[in-house]
């Protein structure tokens, strides 16, 4: 890192690369915003059909894209990803698939949907305090160019 700091050049190149990558997320943030206002909408068109399987897959899939939003801003201020968001969303992703959608799979991608989120949920509850205190250390002692 100190050698981006002494040139020049390649501090602005990164400033740059910093600036694009800023953009996307942001895009992003945007784009997943839309995406949960479009869920939404789908969810009250469901409930003209009453169409209960229908409703609950869309609750589930705006939280999924809830904890999405989340992560992304939380990445746009402080450059860093959490790893307990990371970790919530691959909880609550699969478990999503296998709650409101197992009909789409096999029996055996269903298990191993299962299987890998049960993992997560035990790394998450167990690691929780390691986890939170990662967390707290890469944003007190960032890595800045």
Known sequence: MNYIKCNKPLQKFAKLIDTTVSILMLLGI???VLFIGYEIYMMFVHLKNVSAPGILHT?????????AYRLLLFYMQSHH???????????????VELI??????????????????IINLLIYVFYYSKLSDIDDEEL??????
């Open 30 to 32: 945007i784009g997943v």
């Open 59 to 67: 609750v589930a899939l705006t939280l999924v894209l809830v904890k």
């Open 81 to 95: 990803v959490s790893i307990r968001y990371i970790i919530e969303i691959s909880i609550i992703a699969p478990a």
């Open 100 to 117: 409101f959608s197992p009909n789409g799979r096999d029996i055996w991608m269903n298990i191993v949907y299962a299987v890998f989120a």
């Open 140 to 145: 007190n002692n960032p890595d800045e160019i």
